[in-house]
């Protein structure tokens, strides 16, 4: 009964760090194209030169960038690291470590495409007048929300590897023939009725 199990082959860490990294920036390169296309740009009052005001309710919407950056940064890291599972023969620290460091380097890819993005959509105004209203592209002020994918994929891959049913992370199937299951009958009947 002392049969080895085989074991996939591994490929070589930084295979699967590279790999992991670039699909995780690929992916999160396209929810920050989605920010870009849908954070609110901000009118501002021009007052001097080089100084605005916002307008009433307009200063909402630096609040509005942040959160809907943040709903998709915690879109991103609940997607990409349940892609990343799927990934059998690779599971571990190692995949662990590389879908951290791709989400943390996939925030900042999505930061600078949306970014970039919102700019295109909403060019800055050169020399406006004293008096008029610009339009001000939308921005994320604030570097703590680059965090917000890496925490959520570090807690999808701890729930993920809490609910699965062998220490070595990796779930296979039995083959019919490798179940040594004896069947016996069934116990006897108590039935009253039954005259033996």
């Known amino acids: 009964?002392?049969?080895v199990l085989e074991v996939p082959p591994r490929t070589s860490t930084v295979r699967v760090l590279s790999v992991v990294v670039?699909?995780?920036?690929?992916v999160s390169a396209l929810g920050g194209m989605l920010w870009g296309f849908l954070?609110?740009?901000q009118q501002l009052l021009v007052v001097a030169q080089d100084r605005g005001a916002a307008l009433t309710g307009e200063s909402l919407h630096r609040f509005d960038g942040l959160a809907l950056?943040?709903?998709v940064s915690l879109a991103l890291g609940l997607?990409?690291?349940?892609?990343?599972?799927?990934?059998?023969?690779e599971r571990?620290?190692?995949?662990?470590?590389?879908?951290?460091?791709g989400a943390l380097a996939g925030s900042v890819a999505a930061l600078l495409v949306g970014n970039g993005i919102a700019a295109l959509r909403f060019p800055k105004a050169a020399d406006p007048?004293?008096?008029?209203?610009?339009?001000?592209?939308p921005s994320v002020d604030t570097p703590l929300v680059l965090i917000v994918q890496a925490l959520m994929a570090s807690l999808v891959i701890l729930l993920l590897a809490a609910m699965n049913p062998n220490d070595n992370l990796h779930y296979?199937?039995?083959?019919p023939d490798d179940l040594d299951v004896e069947f016996s009958p069934p116990p006897p009947s108590f039935d009253s009725n039954r005259v033996d």
Request: hydrophobic content about 55%; overall charge negative; proline content about 8%.
């Open 129 to 137: 007048a004293v008096g008029s209203i610009v339009t001000v592209a």
């Open 92 to 101: 571990g620290p190692r995949l662990f470590g590389a879908i951290f460091v």
């Open 22 to 26: 670039g699909v995780s920036v690929a």
């Open 172 to 175: 296979t199937e039995p083959e």
């Open 69 to 71: 950056f943040s709903f």
């Open 1 to 3: 009964m002392s049969d």
């Open 79 to 89: 997607v990409i690291p349940i892609g990343w599972w799927l990934w059998k023969s």
């Open 39 to 41: 954070a609110p740009a």
